[in-house]
């Protein structure tokens, strides 16, 4: 069983929809990042957090730390939004992360 | 130089070639990684560096080395590349307070 499990592995949807993306692991952590990939590009940190909620424009993260899940919600998404977003948790002194697999979304116009 | 940069962009190798996969950051990170994401298995932890002069083996370290001579340089090198080291490989760095990790663009390998 992986460390970090997503999902869903893939999800389509129509502009303007409410998206939500949940990751769920199985280890101790210190921190939970998400992570934005868009199609043959680089990869691009978007959140990282211990706990509660943080928002960055139409993206929020939030963290239960009890029930060891997480969730990315993207409000009135638009088709710039398609992309992989993955989720990686990070704990002990080395800083390494342990990654999901990946959830790909695509927003139709 | 602003951020992570990684080069080659493309590599199509022989099976059998040594190859090396440069990586150089100017945030003066401490920590360095490498990865490298296959379709169906999501990126995956080849070494990683804590600072200069020490390394240390990831997930999937066999068939690959690195080395850490300065704070800036990250390079990851095959010895004798095989065919099922064809991948995309990220080169990423984070400093010592915190774990926010910084990608570069990455370097597609294919070994034929």
């Known amino acids: 069983k992986n460390e970090v499990e997503q999902s869903p592995q893939n999800l389509t949807a129509q502009e303007g929809e409410f998206i939500t993306i949940n990751c769920s692991y199985s280890?101790?952590?210190?921190?939970l990042h998400w992570l934005q990939q868009h199609p043959g590009g680089g990869i691009v940190s978007l959140f990282m957090?211990?706990?509660g909620k943080k928002k960055h424009g139409r993206l929020i993260a939030t963290i239960n730390i009890q029930e060891k899940h997480s969730s990315l919600h993207i409000t009135a998404s638009h088709p710039r939004d398609s992309a992989v977003y993955i989720c990686?948790?990070?704990?002990?002194?080395?800083?390494?992360?342990?990654f999901g697999k990946g959830t790909l979304l695509t927003v139709n116009p | 130089i602003a951020g992570i940069t990684q080069a080659p962009t493309s590599q199509i190798l022989a099976a059998g070639r040594r190859m090396t996969l440069r990586c150089t950051q100017d945030?003066?990170?401490?920590?360095m990684y490498w990865y490298r994401q296959d379709l169906g298995l999501g990126l995956r932890l080849i070494h990683y560096?804590?600072?200069?002069?020490?390394?240390g083996k990831g997930e999937v370290p066999d068939g690959y080395s690195v080395s850490r001579a300065n704070t800036d340089d990250f390079p990851l090198t095959l010895a004798s590349a095989v065919p099922s080291q064809t991948s995309v490989y990220f080169c990423?760095?984070?400093?010592?307070?915190?774990?926010?990790?910084?990608f570069g663009p990455g370097t597609r390998l294919t070994v034929l």
């Open positions: 990423a760095s984070s400093d010592s307070g915190g774990v926010t990790q910084y």
């Open positions: 280890v101790g952590i210190s921190a």
């Open positions: 957090l211990s706990s």
């Open positions: 990686a948790v990070s704990g002990g002194s080395n800083y390494k992360l342990t």
């Open positions: 945030m003066r990170h401490n920590a």
């Open positions: 560096s804590n600072t200069a002069g020490t390394t």
